[in-house]
């Protein structure tokens, strides 16, 4: 009922700025909030960023000053620029959203896009 579509990742040298965008369509009522994580191999999907529809926003702590999360309301998007960029940033990145559908409009469900690869190397 809520597709999200995620572009941006890709390769990045230490140092270097990388942006994602993800996209969210469908039965959409109303968006909570949205946020990215990240996997890497071998570990747990983690927190990257979170923004809610009132534009509050909490960062991983592994992030704060190099990340930025910023999110359309009109157009259902949320982006997430990275710069100053390390290669413990490798990971692919997921998009979440906490939506309402228009079917289920009071409680938000849980969804997540299908990642993006972010791979940060000289």
């Known amino acids: 009922q809520v597709q999200l579509v995620e572009s941006g990742g890709g390769l990045a040298q230490p140092g270097g700025s990388l942006r994602l965008s993800c996209a969210a369509s469908g039965s959409i009522f109303s968006i909570d909030a949205m946020g990215w994580y990240r996997q890497a191999p071998g570990k747990q999907r983690e927190l990257v960023a979170r923004i809610t529809s009132g534009a509050g926003t909490n960062y991983a702590d592994s992030v704060k000053g190099r990340f930025t999360i910023s999110r359309d309301n009109a157009e259902n998007t949320v982006y997430l620029q990275m710069s100053s960029l390390k290669p413990e940033d490798t990971a692919v990145y997921y998009c979440?959203?906490?939506?309402?559908?228009?079917?289920?409009?009071?409680?938000?469900?849980?969804?997540w896009g299908q990642g993006t690869q972010v791979t940060v190397s000289s």
């Open positions: 979440n959203a906490a939506a309402r559908t228009m079917s289920v409009q009071y409680r938000a469900g849980s969804y």
